[in-house]
């Protein structure tokens, strides 16, 4: 008798991949989970206006998912730009979320690394990204995979 406990079945099964049409109503479902969550203003038709128009044009960037077996249960939205100071495209990690019940099994974790290996293919130089402050796990999740915080500050004008 094998006394071992297998843990594997413990962890949701998953595949990460590149969105594509039929992924964008899941997406906006998890975005509205995340905007409310973090309380930003959400509006549902242009999220799907704007997820049609990001996952159509690869060269806006891109978005991966974390698909359990039937439903996406996470996604990362990397957006190209392009930078003299880094030496060329960059690139910005624009949200990355994972749905409430799959949080705690390195899905989080796995979008990034996709994230970044997705930003190595597309020749990007560096890759950004921004956290609130008072988020000091999220923080201290991004310093581990090797973000560094260059003292500045994010500033955003509103040209809406």
Aim: charged content about 25%; some cysteine.
């Amino acid at each position: 008798m094998n006394d071992e406990i297998d843990m594997s079945s413990s962890i949701p099964q998953r595949h990460i991949h590149p969105a594509n049409p039929s992924d964008i109503e899941s997406i906006a479902h998890l975005m509205a989970d995340y905007y409310r969550e973090d309380g930003y203003w959400f509006q549902p038709d242009l999220a799907r206006e704007n997820l049609n128009l990001f996952v159509s044009n690869d060269q806006l960037g891109g978005i991966l998912v974390g698909e359990t077996p039937g439903q996406i249960t996470g996604y990362i939205i990397v957006t190209f730009g392009f930078s003299f100071e880094y030496g060329g495209r960059d690139a910005f990690i624009d949200e990355l979320f994972v749905a409430q019940d799959f949080r705690g099994h390195n899905l989080g974790r796995e979008l990034l690394d996709a994230a970044i290996v997705f930003c190595r293919e597309n020749s990007v130089k560096v890759l950004h990204l921004e956290v609130e402050r008072e988020k000091e796990m999220a923080r201290q999740f991004y310093a581990r995979t090797g973000f560094t915080d260059h003292d500045r500050f994010l500033m955003t004008l509103d040209l809406r």
